[in-house]
């Protein structure tokens, strides 16, 4: 979501403070703007649009100063304008950039104009510069005047704060919304994720929920929730920041559609050994703990949650444990009920999702046996902050529709099942089953890709329509989801899901011919069941494209379109099954001329609620 950078340093902090808002673009945000320190005083630079439109702006203007913030804003609270852009202003002196959602915003913006304080934009981060002024006028430092100010601040932030009277320095806090702060010689950073700042420093320190933070040239102090000063430990990265070029590809999303086989070689390397997953994966002590393990409690949101879902036929069907899958914003706000041993499986890209987050915040409070988090980020919260984790290895993922993001997720999870299998005695068969079938998935995962140019002219089939459904059974329900969304977010195309039963309790109504429908259909034990929901289709009227097991026997005719899929054990069947779906989309939207990698109101790490 909205992206960070700020510098203070012996050199001009301008281009670093650009180029990091670059690094973070991949987020998405519709509006970025800078401000600068220099000997004549505080400098603010707002644009709507994209971050070259500002940077076009710096370099006719020659911002020169040696400390800055930065910011990338996707809107929440105001429109797209210049005036709700940050960073915020307040009485020329004090400037802020600020992530997340200040809940007590209307309160505070009343009782600071009843202190005088005129606000220019409808956005709820402008109340933290005023806050902050105002603490200042009793406050010794602008650190101490920050540490006063949050405690008033309901809701979440990770913000930046700099004043024009303490030239260098900048002061940072953070509550629900991530923070990481980058160390030079000489000079020092903060941003909200560590990719905008690999071109100045390789150690950082990642603050931790309520941490305040004061940030000069030459020191950083932290500080806990009470004030308390602390140590938090300085991490060395060897992250790859791959977003500067796409190669061959016309854009990140293809590139990293193309990348799924090597992701997911990356994910497996070292795990799977042979008929066996290395348990030790999730974790020094995950063999012992899988050992309790008697119910799986799945939370994510978006993709991760239809990883999720999957997940949930696996456990059940394979490991022999009980699961249920929720989306983290509704998990969050209602009463639950936590089963005996059970383990409570965040999923996230990012590990920050805002609602999964605090879903696992709240887990530890409810009596869990353990926590579990699937991700693609080492450094992120909730692998920080749960029991056990497990890194999916995916690399960077530059386009906001996730790709391989998902289908390592995927692996990852399969993993899951054959090792809490094991821990509750399942026949140890499976777990060879799941081993070997993981094993051959990369190699299975290009021959599927073999098929992108059919995908491309199918796509042609999808440029006047407005609506579609998709439709899957068993565990390619959450697949035909999750093609759904890919649909909806890249193409503008409204697309529903549909669990195939569930044709005839409503859906078969939309049927027509401007509606296709798309279908996944693998060679299982529901492909009978599936082949009369398609029949139901047909005899509406209804124009079909069904992704189809060769060995399914579906063919083509006047009003189905079939592409076939090479066989594979059904154990891996959704994970392949995933790749047409994606290409499907992204052909789609490159007919329909949208913004492929970054699309509009959409952002990739969702850090509000």
Known sequence: MCGIVGATAERRVADILLEGLRRLEYRGYDSAGIAIL?????????????????????????????????????????????????????SDTI?????????????????????????????????????VHHELKSAGTLLDAV?????????????????????????VARSGSPLVIGLGIGENFVASDQLALLPVTRKFIYLEEGDVASVSRTAVSIFDAKGAPVERETITSDLQYDAGGKGEYRHFMLKEIHEQPTAVRNTLEGRVNGDHIAVDTFGEDAEAIFQDIRHVQIVACGTSYHAGMVARYWL????????????????????????????????????????????????????????????????ASMVRESDLSFLTKAGAEIGVASTKAFTTQLAGLLMLVAALGRANGVDAAIEQRIARALAALPNK????????????????????????????????YPIAMEGALKLKEISYIHAEAYAAGELKHGP????????????????????????????????????????????AHFASDDTMRVINIAHVDELIAPIIY??????????????????????????????VE
């Not at 950039?97 to 709820?124: C, W």
């Not at 932030?157 to 320095?169: A, K, L, N, S």
């Not at 529901?526 to 398609?534: D, F, G, P, Q």
Request: hydrophobic residues 40%.
């Open 38 to 90: 220099n000997d004549q005083g505080l400098h603010q630079l707002r644009r709507v649009g994209k971050v070259k439109a500002l940077d076009d702006a710096q370099t006719e203007s020659q911002l020169n100063g040696f400390a800055g913030i930065a910011h990338t804003r996707w809107a929440t609270h105001g429109g797209v304008t210049e005036a709700n852009a940050h960073p915020h202003i307040s």
């Open 95 to 131: 400037a802020v950039v600020h992530n997340g959602i200040i809940e007590n915003h209307d309160a505070l913006r009343k009782e600071l104009q009843s202190l005088g304080y005129v606000f220019r934009s409808e956005t709820d981060t402008e109340v933290i510069c005023h806050l």
């Open 147 to 171: 540490k006063t100010a949050v405690k008033k601040l309901e809701g979440a932030y990770g913000t930046v704060i700099m004043d024009q009277r303490e030239p260098g320095h900048l002061v």
């Open 316 to 379: 059940e069907e394979y490991a022999g444990v009980s699961c249920n899958v929720e989306i983290a914003s509704e998990f969050r706000y209602r009463k639950s009920h936590v089963f005996p041993g059970s383990l409570l499986v965040t999923i996230s890209q990012s590990g920050e999702t805002a609602d999964t987050l605090a879903a696992l915040r709240l887990a530890k409070t409810l009596g869990y046996r353990s926590t579990l988090t699937v991700c693609n980020v080492a450094s």
């Open 445 to 476: 995962l290009e021959e599927t890709l073999d098929i992108t140019k059919e995908i491309e002219a199918l796509a042609e089939e999808f440029a006047d329509k407005e609506h579609s459904l998709f439709l899957g059974r068993g565990n390619q």
């Open 508 to 551: 078969l109504a939309l049927i027509d011919a401007e509606m296709p429908v798309i279908v996944v259909a693998p060679n299982n034990e529901l492909l009978e069941k599936l082949k009369s929901n398609v029949e139901e289709v047909r005899a509406r009227g209804g124009i079909m494209f069904v992704f189809a097991d060769r060995d």
């Open 578 to 607: 995933t790749l047409p779906l994606q290409l499907l989309s992204y052909y789609v939207a490159i007919i329909k001329g949208t913004d492929v990698d970054q699309p509009r109101n959409l952002a990739k790490s969702v850090t």
